[in-house]
């Protein structure tokens, strides 16, 4: 399976099984759409063909165009076949390695974000701080459920978890302990939003996390209305300062500034480079996952400026990198030199499986936008995974086992998409949410069209010296 698209002035085949990206002329690009419709011809049936439809070429540069096609396919470059499938067929039988939590420190927060799923930070249910017994007791499932795995990850979440701050410092504390006790190796996370944010947070969470997630939604008046804080303050005049300071600490790695955009600023490409203007190199700001119903929804009319915007985007992100000012955008990263990495390709962020959410009294989850609902309770931390139905299901939740999933081309790189998101709109995790999958291709197409034309401005640079 082939993806062809034209971007920026760039002829971009992606071949979708192996992973490999060409960057193509005009004669190549129309040869492979026409290849891919008689590739099961003989050759001369195939070059008659190209002939009859291309008459815009000569026939000696179809025929060489049409050897570059077979040689392409012959290294398994091209037309490469799905090797993948077979992979998923027994993972409903493998055993059960938790690798990844999120703790819900704190069910309460101190805004009132307008798009917030939590419910200001309450998650369907009572306002709570999770106690350092029941952090404690999470920490030990996480060690008890994860094999031989070292590596193991932890996020504090929220609400805000910086509203209970002291137990997150015990449980970094516990965690280090357990490391040296169980050869095991924690990477500890902490996502905030900023209100209460100070040095020593600041000075702990450089020293103990991997990473920090900053919250802000971009420009002034874009970030206060739909992220108020609750006493009617700007949060944006209250954080801007500390994010700053926070990232200049971090040298400007292991953070990432993390906003939403909603359908009141489609234009959110402004966003973002609003946030780079600030200082901030490692910027993600995504699209708000709402039903219909709500004002603030991303509607399917919106899709049209939405796709200009990631272009916009795209486009200013080249530049930028040219004159040495360059930002990280979380959705334009990918790797292509590996190609498809397959356990991670075909089952995504591995909720209800690997990875699991944790209430402040101890319940598990299959992530953090299932808590609260009582059908997806997986168990808790003292008793271990009781629905091991639900798990199961997760367990069988990947690309191959949604019908939305299974011929598009960005199913290795979006892994099917979030399982949540997919229940959400239509009832079923192995479905999907239709405008989120059309915003991820789109994102797709963009990253690889940046880096085709960063290698291309790293030749011509390479040429001028």
């Known amino acids: 399976m082939i993806h062809q698209y034209k971007n920026n002035g760039y002829n971009i085949v992606l071949d979708v099984c192996s992973g490999a990206v060409h960057v193509v002329d005009d004669l190549l690009y129309d040869v492979i759409a026409c290849y891919e419709e008689n590739n099961q011809n003989a050759r001369e049936t195939t070059l008659t063909s190209l002939t009859d439809k291309l008459t815009q070429y000569s026939h000696e540069d179809l025929q060489e165009a049409l050897e570059e096609v077979e040689t392409l396919r012959s290294r398994g470059e091209l037309f490469a076949e799905d090797e993948y499938e077979s992979f998923v067929m027994d993972f409903k039988r493998r055993k059960t390695v938790v690798k990844a939590l999120c703790l819900h420190i704190a069910h309460d927060c101190n805004l009132g974000c307008r798009y917030c799923f939590a419910e200001e930070g309450e998650y369907h249910g009572d306002r709570s701080l999770m106690s350092v017994e029941v952090g404690k007791q999470a920490l030990d499932f996480l060690i008890a459920n994860s094999g031989n795995r070292r590596n193991l990850e932890v996020d504090f979440f929220g609400g805000e978890p910086t509203m209970n701050f002291e137990v997150v410092?015990?449980?970094?504390?516990?965690g280090r302990q357990l490391e040296r006790q169980y050869d095991k190796k924690f990477r500890f996370t902490l996502t905030t939003n900023g209100i209460l944010l100070n040095d020593e947070m600041m000075e702990f969470a450089n020293r103990e996390m991997a990473n920090v997630v900053l919250s802000i939604d971009g420009r002034k008046s874009v970030n206060d209305y739909m992220r108020p804080a609750k006493n009617g303050k700007s949060s944006y005049d209250i954080i801007v300062p500390?994010?700053?300071?926070?990232?200049?600490?971090?040298?400007?790695?292991?953070y990432y500034v993390?906003?939403?955009?909603?359908?009141?600023?489609?234009?959110?490409?402004?966003?973002?480079?609003?946030?780079?203007?600030?200082?901030?190199?490692?910027?993600?700001?995504?699209?708000v996952v709402a039903g219909p119903e709500e004002p603030y929804a991303i509607q399917e009319s919106d899709l049209p400026k939405l796709m200009e915007e990631y272009d916009k985007l795209a486009r200013e992100m080249i530049k930028r990198n040219k004159n040495g000012n360059g930002f990280r955008f979380f959705h334009f990263m990918i790797d292509l030199s590996q190609g498809p990495c397959v356990a991670k390709r075909l089952s995504g962020c591995g909720s209800g499986t690997e990875y699991l959410a944790v209430t402040p009294w101890g319940d598990l989850y299959p992530c953090h936008q299932f808590v609260g609902q009582e059908e997806f309770k997986l168990g808790n931390v003292y008793d271990g995974i009781q629905a091991e139905a639900?798990?199961?299901?997760?367990?069988?939740?990947?690309?191959?086992?949604?019908?939305?999933?299974?011929?598009?081309?960005?199913?290795?790189?979006?892994?099917g998409g979030c399982a949540a998101n997919a229940y959400h709109f239509h009832g079923n995790i192995l479905d999907a949410y239709d405008i989120g999958c059309e915003l991820q291709k789109k994102r797709i197409e963009c990253a690889i069209m940046i880096e085709a034309a960063l290698a291309d401005q790293e030749e011509k640079e390479k040429k001028e010296a």
């Open 169 to 174: 410092k015990e449980l970094v504390r516990y």
């Open 242 to 254: 500390k994010f700053q300071r926070f990232a200049e600490l971090r040298n400007q790695t292991n």
């Open 390 to 415: 639900v798990r199961d299901e997760f367990k069988l939740c990947n690309v191959y086992a949604k019908e939305k999933c299974r011929n598009c081309f960005a199913r290795f790189y979006c892994s």
């Open 258 to 287: 993390r906003g939403t955009y909603t359908h009141y600023n489609t234009d959110f490409s402004e966003d973002v480079l609003h946030l780079a203007d600030l200082g901030f190199q490692q910027i993600s700001v995504e699209p």
